[in-house]
């Protein structure tokens, strides 16, 4: 797959995706919001002041593409820690976790919602089949940044792909392999986050 986002004048970014290109997005971009989920709600009839004020959850998700984008905020993985210390740690990332999960559920919702929106509003490209162009915001582009940081996390996850190892053997792979389609998508969508950065950094 091609294509690169281009900094706009005056700000934002732009990026001609051609129907396959849209449709691949689209669809890895329900597939995320789906996986999000609406996290813990208040049932209907609740009083909406008080969900303002409700709790979410204190584990980490069980999914471990959920549990990658939502990790605990005081236990890394590489650190050593004593009994006391992990437990402490335990602790607090539970307490963490319940007064922002919800909240932080709901933007990497609305971040894979709105690249759906802004794809479904995208017009067709010219006739011959050429590209059709999105052009984000500033303030739509840092949205369209966290949904590819997120899927990116997510299909990482699925390839067992670590922070340690970047993945790339997995280019390797041949066509016949099941992986090999989320594998081209995790590098393409890699190349778009990388381009999309690029915009939005002051010249």
């Known amino acids: 797959m091609s294509g690169r986002f281009e900094p706009l004048p005056g700000g934002g970014a732009a990026i001609a995706l051609d129907e396959v290109e849209v449709s691949i997005l689209r669809s890895l971009a329900m597939q995320l919001a789906e996986l999000i989920g609406p996290g813990d709600q208040p049932a209907a009839g609740d009083d909406p002041l008080a969900a303002l004020f409700a709790d979410g959850p204190s584990k980490p998700p069980e999914d471990p593409a959920l549990a990658r984008l939502f990790p605990d905020a005081y236990s890394p993985p590489d650190q050593e820690l004593g009994a006391r210390e992990e437990k402490e740690a335990r602790e607090a990332s539970a307490e963490f976790r319940?007064?922002?999960?919800?909240?932080?559920?709901?933007?990497?919702?609305d971040d894979a919602l709105t690249v759906v929106r802004d794809l479904d509003a995208l017009g067709p490209g010219s006739s011959g089949g050429a590209p059709a162009v999105l052009e984000l915001a500033p303030e739509r582009s840092r949205c369209w940044l966290g949904a590819l940081n997120d899927l990116?996390?997510?299909?990482?996850t699925r390839l067992e792909v670590t922070d340690e190892d970047d993945g790339g053997e997995l280019?390797?792979?041949?066509d016949s392999d099941p992986r090999k389609p989320m594998v081209m998508a995790y590098f393409w969508l890699g190349g778009l986050q990388e381009t999309l950065i690029e915009t939005l950094m002051p010249e």
């Open 98 to 109: 319940r007064f922002t999960e919800n909240d932080l559920r709901a933007r990497k919702r």
């Open 152 to 156: 990116r996390l997510a299909i990482g």
């Open 171 to 174: 280019l390797g792979l041949p």
